[in-house]
């Protein structure tokens, strides 16, 4: 980008909403000092570890992925508007709140919770609105289900994180570029009628799709989603103040970075491409300084361990096996069988990053170019992550290990 048109000061409360990449601008958003304002926040008498595993901090208020426009204006609908929109799902012998179903990992004992918790959580995004003075917005797709009768939009498709499909009650949809455009109007009106000042950073999700319930490659639904998006944030930029789009699209997926910003999954972004977007946004939102030629900072160093909560890893896993029609996976690559397993890979993982791996891209990837164990692991043990992780447990660890490879 050239200029940004205005500066983020020190006092500015910033909040953030989006897809799943919008959840690591939120931790470096945090991590770099920036007043990251929070109004959901965990109960005082919750640890940090269940603080995380339910969702509080991932963005400013636990509404979970928005990864539509469109989810988006039903958000500010339900919170200020009294949209009624008051459904519960069953899950197993739990019960879920459809707009942000994985939000409360163990699920809620009754509907009644459900409600409470979303009246609680309504509450925190009517702040959101209100208080903040800059909003950062990731787009992540045009593809959606939604509830035929109410329109209702949701993150998931009924059945696959909860609930119950429906043919005759829900349907796929695939947002046009004139709704997505149009919607985007509607939700930056609608943001600035509850808060004129409220500025607004748009920047659209590199990260693809994992599936697609049209009748074409992954492939071709991703272009499609991110063209449409990226079309829709230039059009509100160009016809609203204070409305920048910030391209961390460009900066991850441009040819500068010669794809190692990605992860081997070729999905998540490394924690070196997200470091790259983040000193672009200080530079020109703290700082404000011009544009500069700025080569972009290939590395090998291993993705993040933190947890990212993607909607779309539940959409794969639901698929796998299901009536939804999706692109058909990729040939394995040409060369010898391999010879480890899921199970070594996996234990791998655990004995040595104790993490699982990202994937099954990974594991398959990790599977075919080692030839045993013992290559596999050494990978493992040079990686910048395992370096990060040493600590005091380092010699136990290590006895697991070396039991492992000598089994």
């Not at 988006?72 to 508007?81: E, G, N, P, S």
Request: hydrophobic share 40%; aromatic share 10%.
């Amino acid at each position: 980008m050239s200029r940004a048109p205005f500066r983020i000061i020190a006092s500015d409360k910033i909040a953030t909403m989006g897809s799943c990449f919008a959840q690591h601008i939120s931790r470096r958003l945090q991590a770099a000092g920036f007043n990251y304002f929070v109004p959901e926040s965990a109960p005082d008498d919750m640890g940090p570890d269940d603080a995380k595993r339910a969702n509080y901090g991932v963005f400013s208020a636990r509404y979970g992925n928005v990864y539509t426009v469109r989810q988006a204006v039903q958000l500010i609908d339900r919170a200020f508007d009294g949209a009624e929109f008051d459904e519960v799902w069953e899950k197993g012998s739990h019960f879920v709140d459809p707009f942000r179903p994985q939000i409360e990992p163990d699920g809620f004992g009754t509907p009644e919770a459900v409600r409470q918790s979303r009246a609680r959580h309504l509450a925190a995004v009517r702040r959101v609105f209100q208080e903040s003075d800059v909003l950062v917005f990731t787009l992540g797709l045009t593809e959606a289900w939604r509830a035929v009768e109410s329109g209702a939009v949701y993150p998931t498709a009924p059945g696959v994180a909860g609930g119950q499909f429906d043919p005759g009650a829900h349907a796929a949809v695939n947002f046009t570029v004139q709704e997505t455009i149009a919607d985007l109007e509607t939700f930056i009106r609608k943001a600035r009628a509850l808060n004129p000042r409220l500025k607004f950073i748009l920047t659209v999700s590199p990260v693809p799709l994992k599936a697609t319930f049209e009748d074409r490659h992954v492939l071709q639904s991703t272009v499609y989603s991110k063209s449409v998006l990226r079309v829709a944030a230039q059009h509100a930029s160009e016809t609203f103040d204070d409305v920048c789009y910030f391209p961390s699209f460009e900066i991850i997926t441009g040819p500068g970075g010669a794809g190692r910003y990605y992860a081997p999954d070729l999905r998540e972004v490394r924690d070196v491409g997200v470091a790259h977007v983040m000193r672009i946004f200080e530079r020109h939102f703290i700082r404000g300084e011009e544009a500069v030629a700025t080569p972009a900072v290939p590395s090998d160093s291993q993705p993040s361990d933190d947890d990212i909560v993607c909607d779309e890893d539940v959409i794969e896993a639901a698929i796998k096996g299901s009536q939804v029609r999706r692109a058909q996976p990729a040939e394995a690559p040409a060369g010898p069988r391999p010879t480890l397993s899921e199970y070594d890979v996996a234990m791998g993982y655990r004995m040595v990053l104790n993490r699982d791996p990202e994937s099954s891209v990974a594991i398959d990837a990790h599977r075919h170019h080692h030839r045993d164990r013992s290559a596999f692991v050494a990978t493992l043990l040079s990686s910048n992550e395992f370096k990060r992780r040493v600590g005091d447990d380092e010699a136990a660890r290590m006895k697991r290990l070396f039991d492992w490879l000598s089994a």
